[in-house]
């Protein structure tokens, strides 16, 4: 398990499932993709998306 990994699980899928209105699956795929991001260098505090991205 990386580190951005570790930081999405501490949030549940119901509560993704509640906040979205979506789906279990969707709510799975949505906290995988916040997980990615995370593991590419994206910071949500500040909104940084590294250069590569642009």
Do not use: F
């Amino acid at each position: 398990m990386n580190e951005a990994t570790h930081y999405v699980d501490v949030v549940s899928l119901n509560d993704i499932e509640a906040a979205v209105g979506a789906a279990r699956t969707t709510a799975g795929e949505l906290r995988q993709e916040a997980a990615e991001l995370l593991a590419g260098g994206y910071d949500p505090m500040t909104a940084y998306a590294p250069q590569s991205w642009h």
